[in-house]
């Protein structure tokens, strides 16, 4: 341990993914809160026995930090869950549906509109649901701040189909939504929606501009990369994507906004550079490296990747 001890402060992560991990795989709240302890009697235990971080051994801090770090990868996972958790329907439901238009994505490779909408407490159902819209029953009055209704069908988040697949109730579970489904009739406008936001709509606009200018899957891979909107992919370019192990590149992610940086950090350097006097007065790698950061925070919010 005394000869990697430079490579020790990466296991502090390794230890808090280890909590996390162990929440997923426990069964109930009770075992996790025996993580909990466990962790956190490990780390009380160690300092009771050593008194004070400076009379530790390395080997005895590294059982402290490791203890503290799997309780608190477990708590935060149990503080996680209680923050956002949200009762599943309890069963498949068909009425008429009335709701806050909170998120409104455009899915013309799949012929729909999915909409996010906040319902009422008092009709009994969750409080957000996801709903899809065919296009042709689509309806301008249908944008985020509106309260809409309609006939709709709506369905519990299904569970995975197989032991230990990919299961659409736990992303659902920590997405807040309680159900999905479909929207039988073009939604009838109860309240209109304000303005839209700066960024919803420069969002929109570039996505648009991007698929006229680009025809094909190769406008709706484009739409993606620059705001984030998936919807304009089709369905075969979806799954060409997926068999050849690329559909990660279509999530906006740390590689996509670490690139960015580096491209307007190095565009940037190489501007500047042009001018010796400025090259001169100047720390160009310092004002290179901000003009990158401030690129990646307006790529990070223009495609909704916070």
């Not at 080997?59 to 869950?81: K, P, Q, S, Y």
């Not at 839209?196 to 570039?206: E, F, I, T, V």
């Amino acid at each position: 341990m005394l000869a990697e001890r430079d490579q020790l402060p990466p296991w502090i992560v390794v230890a808090f993914g280890a909590g996390i991990a162990a929440w997923f795989a426990l069964p109930g709240g009770a075992w996790h809160g025996v993580v909990i302890a466990l962790g956190a009697a490990t780390a009380l235990g160690v300092l009771a026995v050593h008194g004070r971080w400076a009379a530790m051994e390395l080997g005895a801090r590294c059982v402290f930090i490791a203890g503290l770090m799997l309780a608190a990868g477990t708590a935060h996972m149990a503080w996680r869950a209680e923050r956002v958790a949200a009762d599943p329907l309890p069963a498949p439901w068909f009425g008429t549906l009335t709701g806050r238009v909170i998120e409104r994505e455009m899915q013309p490779a799949r012929g729909q509109v999915r909409l996010v909408l906040q319902t009422a407490p008092a009709f009994g159902l969750p409080r957000t649901v996801r709903v899809n819209l065919d296009l042709a029953l689509d309806d301008a009055a249908a944008r985020p701040g509106a309260i809409i209704a309609g006939r709709a069908r709506l369905m519990p988040p299904a569970q995975a189909s197989l032991p230990g697949g990919y299961s659409f109730a736990q992303r659902a579970w920590f997405d807040q939504l309680g159900a999905t489904g479909s929207m039988l009739d073009p939604p009838r406008s109860v309240q209109p929606a304000g303005s839209q936001s700066g960024l919803d709509s420069l969002r929109a606009r570039l996505s648009a501009h991007i698929q006229t200018r680009l025809d094909g899957g190769a406008g709706g891979i484009a739409a993606t990369l620059a705001t984030g909107d998936r919807g304009a992919i089709s369905e075969d370019d979806a799954e060409a994507m997926r068999r050849s192990g690329l559909a990660h590149l279509l999530s906006i992610s740390g590689l996509h906004v670490t690139a960015l940086i580096g491209a307007v950090w190095l565009v940037t350097l190489r501007l500047l550079a042009l001018s010796p006097p400025l090259a001169r007065a100047v720390p160009l790698p310092l004002v290179a490296a901000g003009a990158g950061a401030l690129a990646g925070i307006a790529y990070t919010l223009l495609t909704s990747a916070l």
